[in-house]
């Protein structure tokens, strides 16, 4: 009976040393992007992304839970504009506008304790614009975080593919 409690703690311990120690040799950062061709002017893709007041109408997470609460702060575009959310699905969070220019807009984010920033980049190509939308984590030495990095790209990246989908849709339907 010692021997197999023994072994259970060796295995235990070798686990352990496996999960800390692997996740300190897996990348420290993650990024996730994805873009998408808008039919609309970069002016008018700015001045939608410039701002939380739509944002609901092509997030993938609004779609996911409508009825979460929402709540809005600081100027109504540009920067200091903020947005927070609280739900059963889609957590609690907040993002806030912490660099706006017309190429590139940039947004502190917190989800449930977590920080990371997002980006839109604005392109024009053609008529329209190209737009990438970006997410960057640093997980630090956390290594618990840097296993989850590794899930972001295939979690995120579908939720960006959606919203973005939703987006091109929405300002398409707009009038010019």
């Known amino acids: ?72 702060s600081g100027p109504e575009s540009g920067v200091g504009a903020r947005m927070a959310w609280d739900g059963e699905t889609v957590g609690r969070g907040s993002q806030q506008i912490e660099a706006s220019a017309p190429q590139k807009i940039v947004l502190a984010l917190e989800f449930d304790g977590s920080r990371a920033t997002a980006s839109y980049a604005l392109a024009a190509e053609g008529d329209g614009t190209r737009v990438t939308w970006a997410l960057d984590s640093d997980h630090g030495y956390n290594p618990i ?30 009038p010019r």
């Open 1 to 72: 009976m010692k021997a197999l409690l023994k072994g259970l703690l060796y295995l235990v311990l070798l686990l352990a040393l496996v999960c800390v120690g692997g996740g300190l040799l897996l990348p420290s950062t993650t990024h996730v992007e994805r873009s998408i061709s808008i039919d609309r002017p970069p002016a008018q893709v700015y001045a939608m992304l410039d701002s939380f007041k739509r944002f609901n109408e092509w997030s993938p997470w609004y779609a996911m839970e409508p009825e979460a609460k929402y709540s809005y």
């Open 145 to 174: 975080a840097r296993w989850f990095g590794l899930l972001m790209e295939k979690m995120v990246g579908k939720d960006y593919e959606q919203g973005l989908a939703r987006l091109k849709q929405v300002l398409e339907n707009d």
